[in-house]
């Protein structure tokens, strides 16, 4: 092979076709990427000052404040502010925005999940003692917080388990563990008064999730949540990413991409074992890979399951490519988590089910 041929080959496999599924399952070059223009993700998006923040004013207290990336939830009531997340990207742009909203003094920070990307400035905020700050979050993430030791992220002063009702002056802030998911910890946060729900790295309102279905600890545990969020009463969703705040109707438009992503999934890896078809079947494929490299199993399965994903993600993508920001970016990645979950934990095994 010529050296500029083996490049040509190359830059082919790196570079992909924009909205298809390269060999790597990503575009190199920013300017292959499909814009994000016109859709509702780059619609909600709200402005951001000088300063680098914005604020979403959602009434009753409850504002969002962001960095354009990540969210915080901010409440304000007669007995203080509470304080929902602290991403280390927005930083101390946070306590400028509290201190041009109110003058009442944070009382409370809420760790939605142990993560550092939404934690990390927890700090400026969690068992502060002057003006003294409570510090809340589920048992599971205060277990992962002190496993962690990271002076970013304070052990919490209060857990719970199941539930957890603060009430603070003229407002209340419901917190349930809806059980693991997207982290060990990840909890639905819930402002009844202005109608204010958050669940972080769950729903990405108008894109597609984070890589590898949000790179959830649990895969069914993070689909069911849809569902325990929809069951609430609220106007408002935060999903803790991205400039803008979402709605109901984001929710169930994930809901409905997840759930389309997991039958194509299942009736791809169902397929593989039927002879049907070439391009997934199992028995082709490690034909094909095992002759060219001899007692190479891992070779072989991850051929397969890359096909089985292939099949998938194109399915998929078929209804939600362009209505859904970044399925072109991260689908490929949800596929190859889905196919994973649904051997691993739906038990959809396809022709690796039990034997004849
Ligand atoms: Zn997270």
Not at 134 to 163: C, G, M, W, Y
Request: hydrophobic share 40%.
């Amino acid at each position: 092979m010529k050296i500029d041929g083996f490049f040509t080959v190359l830059a082919g496999v790196l570079i992909g076709i924009p909205g298809t599924k390269g060999c790597t399952g990503f575009s190199s070059p920013h300017d292959l990427y499909l814009s994000v223009n016109g859709t509702l993700a780059a619609e909600n998006q709200i402005p951001l000052n000088a300063a680098g923040y914005g604020v979403s004013h959602f009434g009753h207290g409850a504002y969002m404040v962001t960095d354009g990336a990540y969210q915080t939830f901010v409440l304000v009531s007669t007995a203080g502010v509470i304080v929902v997340d602290a991403p280390p990207t927005t930083g101390h742009k946070i306590q400028w925005a509290i201190g041009n909203l109110t003058s009442t003094p944070v009382r409370w920070f809420i760790y939605s999940h142990s993560h550092s990307d939404h934690a990390g400035g927890a700090y400026l905020f969690a068992n502060q003692t002057n003006p003294k700050v409570t510090t809340i979050a589920h048992e599971n993430t205060a277990s992962q917080l002190a496993a962690a030791t990271d002076p970013h992220r304070p052990v919490p002063k209060i857990t719970f388990k199941d539930r957890y009702k603060l009430s603070a002056g003229n407002q209340t802030l419901e917190l349930f563990f809806p059980g693991i998911g997207h982290d060990l910890g990840n909890i639905i946060i819930y402002a009844p008064k202005p109608k204010v729900l958050m669940m972080v790295d769950q729903v990405y309102a108008g894109w597609v999730p984070f890589w590898n279905l949000a790179a959830s600890v649990y895969v069914p545990g993070w689909i069911k949540a849809h569902d325990q969020i929809l069951a609430y009463d609220f106007d408002v969703y935060l999903g803790g990413h991205m400039g803008g705040p979402g709605n109901r109707t984001a929710v169930e438009v994930q809901r409905e991409y997840v759930h389309d992503l997991f039958d194509n999934c299942a009736e791809a890896l169902i397929l593989s074992g039927t002879g049907e078809n070439p391009n997934v079947d199992i028995a082709v494929i490690s034909k094909e890979v095992l002759t060219n490299n001899p007692y190479n199993i891992w070779a072989q399965f991850a051929a397969y399951l890359d096909a089985v994903a292939d099949l998938c993600y194109n399915a998929t993508s078929s209804k939600w490519l362009g209505k859904l920001a970044a399925q072109d970016i991260f689908g490929y990645s949800h596929a190859r988590t889905m196919v994973s979950s649904l051997r691993l934990d739906y038990d959809v095994l396809g022709p690796n089910d039990v034997q004849p």
